[in-house]
């Protein structure tokens, strides 16, 4: 009987020697095949499980279930822990079944349901993990059925904005139009996050089936996906599933013998925070500058080369292969009031267990940093949620539930689900800085309030920093906030009107640091 080991390779785990620990196993293994009970060995390079913390994290295969050491680090893998990890036994790295680590355990996966389960690129295995169930029922409906199916799911906008799915779907559907696009969001490039990552290194067929769907659902034939270029293993892994789903005649020409046609490509951005946004986003696409474009009209009605289309990213696409598999009462069981379904948190910064974790909404911050750990060094002094323009929160505050409409009402947002720990030696006024330097650096340079606010911005905390003096500080204190106004009202997009967002939170919950009791 075969003995299946399993090593993950996605850019993280590489990054800490993942490549020369299975390089390392396999060489063991041969030498020492006598030795063990089988001497038929497959050595599968999966995707990760998410749980950064245990990686490189190696699992083999015993009697149907998995048995998981880590970290491991090519020193590591000596003859004692290949002789452990033949047979499943105990080791120094041994943290037992997989499905039982704790951590694991207790999450709800709905969207990464298949996160570290196979190779990636294996097709057979993701169609026996549940996978192209919900492609299959599509084509089975209506377009105007699929839409309606994702709007009973309640399904938002993973990216961050949480529009509602099925409306942006709708609106292109009732379009008419000779050509529709479906257009996939990855230039993920908020600090901290990395959802978008994981689901397309370690389950690419998951996005590339949820594109599929949206162009049943509106009638697009064409789709692309914008994948930020720092993300070159996805680029490899999304090309291969690309040709292989075309191979297997789950892409192109008459889709499974259902008559309906769909092509997909890859085009590689350009290293510019801004093209997150979606009309800069579709500019860029198009070949021209990456620069916001003043709405109306919407993408929906006009987007790319002026024709109807979706802008969805991975995570939201990624959401709808399980919607049609077990329906949108299913998803929608999940969270909470308008918070509908999961979302993958991203726990990043002075965390002792970072990496993702999948739960429905409902949840509060202080449960999630719980299960995380809490702070690895020091004690945990801010957390910021949503990216670099999301709020600094304090402990005060962490008890508020992970849903969208309560992160509303204390002025902060989910966003994309990332969450970045602080301990007690960070500076928040610093933080702020960073805020208003971030946006000075990455706006695309449109409108004055971005463009000219974000630099003035700097100056203004710089001197608050600078100062000993109150009154100075009161009087730079409230220029900061006329200038957060301006910014926040007058900015063409969210860049600008967010980067306030961090740098009011720091004021309001964190003035020690803006010196605001100075003599």
Known sequence: MAVNIYVPA??????????????RIAEKITKKAKQCSSSNFNITRNGTRGLFWLETLVEVEIDGCRVAYGPVRP????????????????HRLSVGLTEEIPELKCQQRLSFARLGLNDPLDITAYQDCGGFAGLRQAIQYSPQEIVDEVQSSGLRGRGGAAFPTAIKWQTVLDCQADQKYIVCNADEGDSGTFADRLMMEADPFCLIEGMIIA?????ADQGFIYLRSEYPRA??????????????NFLGKNILGSGRDFKLQLRIGAEAYICGEETSLLRSLEGKRGMVSAKPPIPAISGLMGQPTIVNNVITLASIPIILAKGGAFYANYGQGRSKGTLAFQLAGNVKRGGLY????????????????GCKNGKLHAVQVGGPLGAYLPESLWDTPLDYEAFMA???GVGHGGIVLFNDEVDLAQQARFAMEFCAAESCGKCTPCRIGSTRGVEVIDRIIASDSAQENKQQIELLDDLCETMELGSL???????????????KHFGEDFKVGAK
């Open 493 to 507: 997009c969210a860049m600008g009107g967010m980067t306030v967002i961090p740098v009011r939170s720091a004021l």
């Open 215 to 219: 162009g049943l659902a509106v009638g």
């Open 358 to 373: 999948e739960f429905a909404f409902g949840m509060s911050l202080r449960e999630l940093l719980t299960i995380a750990g």
């Open 75 to 90: 020193a590591d893998v000596d003859d004692s822990f290949v002789e452990a990890l033949c047979s499943g036994s105990d």
């Open 10 to 23: 996605d850019s993280l785990s590489i990054a800490l020697g993942a490549d020369d620990v299975a390089k």
């Open 410 to 412: 204390i002025e902060a």
């Open 235 to 248: 680029a490899d892994q999304l090309l291969s599933a690309i040709a292989i789903a075309i191979e297997k």
